[in-house]
Nanobody, 122 residues
Framework: QVQLIGSGGGLVQAGGSLRLSCAAS????????MGWFRQAPGKEREFVAG????????YYGDSVKGRFTISRDNAQTTLYLQMNSLKPEDTAVYYC???????????????WGQGTQVTVSS
C-alpha cells in the first residue's frame, strides 16, 4: 500500500494562494489515481480534486473549479494542489488520497494522507 504525507497548509488571507504537496512512498505511485478531499469543522468530507494515473485527466469539485489546479509528478512521486483566489469557506483540513480507480468517493480510497490545515482569513 502507498504511504502519503501531506504538507503545505497554513494561514493565508482571502484572495491569496497556497500550494499543497503530498509525498508518496511504498507501492508504485503511478499505479494510483490521486486526489484531494477536505473537511471543515462540523461538515462532511468533501471531494476537491482528482487526477488520473498519467495526469492526462483532472476532475474538480464545483466549489473549486477555476481556482484550484491538481497536478502530479510521477518521477518525484508527489501530488500537488495549487490553490488560488482562496476564500474563507476554503478553510478546512485537506487530505490527499490514493484511489483504486477514478471513482472519486471515499469508499474507493486505498490510502489517506494525514491531513494538513488550511485557514483562510477574511
Amino acid at each position: 500500500q502507498v504511504q502519503l504525507i501531506g504538507s503545505g497548509g497554513g494561514l493565508v488571507q482571502a484572495g491569496g494562494s497556497l500550494r499543497l504537496s503530498c509525498a508518496a512512498s511504498g507501492r508504485t505511485f503511478s499505479g494510483y489515481a490521486m486526489g484531494w478531499f477536505r473537511q471543515a469543522p462540523g461538515k462532511e468530507r468533501e471531494f476537491v480534486a482528482g487526477i488520473s494515473l498519467t495526469g492526462a485527466n483532472t476532475y474538480y469539485g464545483d466549489s473549486v473549479k477555476g481556482r484550484f489546479t491538481i497536478s502530479r509528478d510521477n518521477a518525484q512521486t508527489t501530488l500537488y494542489l495549487q490553490m488560488n483566489s482562496l476564500k474563507p469557506e476554503d478553510t478546512a483540513v485537506y487530505y490527499c488520497a490514493a484511489f483504486y480507480s477514478t471513482a472519486w468517493n471515499a469508499r474507493n480510497v486505498a490510502s489517506w494522507g494525514q491531513g494538513t490545515q488550511v485557514t483562510v482569513s477574511s
